[in-house]
Nanobody, 128 residues
Framework: VQLVQSGGGLVQPGGSLRLSCEAS????????IGWFRQVPGKEREGISC????????MYKDTVKGRFAISTDNAKNTMYLQMDSLRPESTAVYSC??????????????????????WGQGTQVTVSS
C-alpha cells in the first residue's frame, strides 16, 4: 500500500494549487479518502474527507467554497484543488485513505486517527 503525493509549493495569496495523490495497493473508489494539514506546534487537522460508501463529503469550514476533493478512479488518484489561497493555508498537506469499515470509528467525519494509509506530505506556502 502506497500513497505518493505531488504538487504543492509556493503560491501568492489568492492563487491556486492542485495536490495529487496516486494510490497503489488499495482501491480508492471504495476507500474513504482525506486531506489533512499540519503546521509546526499544532495538531494535524482534517481539511476534507470523502467516502462514497458512506455518502459523505466533508470540508473544514474555513475552506468551504475554496477547496475541492475529487478522485479519478481510472488513475486511482485523488486530488485537492485549492483556490483563493490565503497565507494561513500554509502547512504540510498529506493525503490519506482508509477502508470503509474503519472510517468514522472515532465518530468524527475527518479525523486522522481513522486513516490507515498516508502520503509522504508536501509543503504548501502561501506568501507574496
Amino acid at each position: 500500500v502506497q500513497l505518493v503525493q505531488s504538487g504543492g509549493g509556493l503560491v501568492q495569496p489568492g492563487g491556486s494549487l492542485r495536490l495529487s495523490c496516486e494510490a497503489s495497493g488499495l482501491p480508492l473508489d471504495t476507500y474513504a479518502i482525506g486531506w489533512f494539514r499540519q503546521v509546526p506546534g499544532k495538531e494535524r487537522e482534517g481539511i476534507s474527507c470523502f467516502s462514497a460508501t458512506h455518502g459523505i463529503t466533508m470540508y473544514k469550514d474555513t475552506v468551504k467554497g475554496r477547496f475541492a476533493i475529487s478522485t479519478d478512479n481510472a488513475k486511482n488518484t485523488m486530488y485537492l484543488q485549492m483556490d483563493s489561497l490565503r497565507p494561513e493555508s500554509t502547512a504540510v498537506y498529506s493525503c490519506a485513505a482508509t477502508p470503509p469499515e474503519v472510517y468514522r470509528k472515532s465518530g468524527h467525519y475527518c479525523d486522522a486517527v481513522d486513516f490507515a494509509s498516508w502520503g509522504q506530505g508536501t509543503q504548501v506556502t502561501v506568501s507574496s
